[in-house]
């Protein structure tokens, strides 16, 4: 028994010691040049590997450094460096035969650098694309790249275009795995990364079929999480259209390598619309459906309901990539949205009411055709409200020299039964056309004037009362008397004055076409030796 068991303890020590030295007795590095010939010819792109060396415990080899080279076309500078490369092997194989059989692998910290072309291709389409090959004698391969499992930990990934002068958009610490990958099957994948620009991203999907002409063209299906992505410093906006915020996204999509068709929701927090407008203080809730055409940039926003709280409205539309700018050819509807829901996306929108005053109850409407560049976006809009009320705002005092030409009632309120106008809104200011308002204790004001990016006012109007009084009435104005008058100064301090060279062309106009004014002056003209014209 004693023999049996030192038997049993020698055969073990021979064992470990045959462990221990396998380090020594297989050199792992006599499998690089084989190792980065394959790779290079799987890829199609030139693969360097560092020192190799053979962690027997752990099954693995591992290089100290791993570099992919670029489509020359795009860059001379790698497409991949990472600072070390870990080979999970079938260790039996490497020991029985001498084979590497490679059953996963995790790069750690590389950078990666995804350039896209102007005419939509990546410099990553071509890798694993299939080329002829010339034929080569036969021979037995030691690599077996049935690879498992592939793992991408803590890297930098940087998304250009080529030859943009923008600078790239980088996601930090992403971390990517790929299970059971084969070039001829789907397989799943996932990947979290955090933008530099703050927020963060998450992937899940499955891919492949591989596509063995264009790796971009690809089949994928996705799910797509991400978290308080800051719109202007992400470079997805451009930062002189002055639209920011923080956009989250749940959304799922599925792509057949030219098309993706995309739906999901949006969430907008602090959302800015304008240059000098200020952050909601409400959220922004957006569900979309959309058709996006992978190589050309452009899409189709197939539908898009907005709500504001309360308030409904949908987005519709077409975008286009044109080399770093975004373009837009929109259109926004919305019906019956309550004002109260509306007022929060004042300060965004850079509106201003006057001073000291709010908006209090009533509906809008809007019919508008947004478009051009985002940077610089062109409205016009078709604008209906109802029923509201400007509280803080004397209309009747800021009238006060039309209010006693004409009569009209004062009051610490104006309500406004109906206002409707037509809107064109662009950069360089607001053109208002078409402006009518029903005050229920003025009458109707109309007119059309504009208001620029400083809130300058510069409108010419009309007031028909509903009631004459005041000094009109002395000259036997009734009730449809037409004032016509001024608005100026800034939307916070507006100004309003008659239009006394405007007044007094109206009344002449009367004079003249009143009968009786005209009998009675040819009378006095009879009187007075005054003949009539032959």
Do not use: C
Request: aromatic share 4%; charged share 20%.
């Amino acid at each position: 028994m004693k023999k049996i068991l030192l038997g049993i303890g020698v055969l073990l020590l021979v064992l470990l010691l045959a462990v221990l030295s396998l380090p020594f007795l297989i050199n792992a590095n006599q499998f690089r040049p084989k190792l980065e010939t394959e790779l290079t010819a799987a890829l199609g792109r030139e693969v360097k590997v560092g020192d190799l060396k053979l962690d027997v415990f752990g099954g693995t080899v591992s290089a100290d450094e791993l570099t992919v080279a670029d489509d020359r076309n795009f860059s001379s500078t790698p497409f991949l460096h990472a600072r070390s490369l870990k080979l999970t092997v079938d260790l039996w194989a490497l020991i029985g035969s001498r084979k590497l059989n490679v059953l996963g692998l995790l790069i750690d910290q590389p950078e990666i650098a995804l350039i896209q072309s102007a005419k939509g291709d990546w410099n990553f389409s071509g890798i694993g694309a299939k080329k002829p090959a010339a034929p080569q004698p036969a021979e037995p391969s030691s690599l077996d790249l049935s690879v498992q499992l592939i793992k991408v930990g803590n890297a930098r990934l940087a998304l250009s275009q080529l030859g943009g002068p923008v600078k790239p958009r980088t996601l930090e610490s992403m971390d990517a795995e790929i299970r059971n990958f084969s070039p001829t099957a789907q397989f799943p994948f996932s990947m979290s990364a955090k933008l530099a620009s703050g927020g963060d991203i998450h992937l899940e999907g499955k891919a492949g079929p591989m596509n063995s002409a264009d790796a971009a063209a690809t089949p994928v299906e996705v799910t797509l999480k991400v978290n308080n992505l800051q719109l202007a410093a992400s470079g997805f906006v451009d930062k002189a259209s002055g639209i920011d915020g923080l956009l989250s996204v749940d959304g799922t999509g599925a792509s057949n390598g030219t098309e993706l068709r995309w739906k999901g929701s949006v969430h907008l927090d602090k959302l800015k619309l304008a240059k000098a407008g200020k952050p909601d203080t409400r959220p922004v809730e957006f569900d979309f459906a959309l058709i996006h055409n992978v190589r050309t940039h452009t899409g189709v926003l197939d539908s898009g309901d907005i709500h504001i709280g309360n308030a409904p409205a949908h987005l519709t539309g077409t975008y286009a990539q044109q080399g770093e700018a975004m373009t837009a050819h929109m259109h926004l509807a919305g019906s019956g949205m309550p004002v109260s829901e509306l007022l929060s996306l004042l300060p965004p929108l850079d509106i201003q009411l006057p001073s000291g005053s709010s908006l209090q109850g009533g509906t809008v409407a809007i019919d508008a055709i947004v478009e051009g560049p985002v940077a610089a976006l062109v409205a016009d809009a078709s604008l209906n409200v109802s029923n509201t009320k400007l509280t803080g705002f004397d209309l009747g005092s800021k009238l006060s020299t039309i209010e006693k030409l004409a009569g009209i009632r004062s009051g610490p309120d104006t309500v406004i039964q109906t206002l409707s106008a037509k809107a064109h809104a662009a950069p360089e200011g607001d053109t208002i056309q078409d402006l009518k308002l029903v005050l229920p204790a003025i009458g109707e004001l109309s007119g059309a004037g504009t208001v620029s990016p400083g809130h300058v006012l510069d409108f010419k109007m009309r007031a028909t009362v509903h009631s004459a009084g005041g000094l009109v009435s002395l000259l036997g104005q009734g009730n449809g008397m037409t004032v016509p008058f001024f608005i100026q100064g800034t939307s916070e301090n507006p100004s309003f004055r008659p239009d006394m060279k405007g007044i007094a062309s109206e009344q002449v106009k009367r004079l003249e076409s009143n009968d009786a004014v005209k009998n009675a002056v040819g009378a006095l003209g009879g009187l007075f030796g005054g003949g009539k014209k032959q």
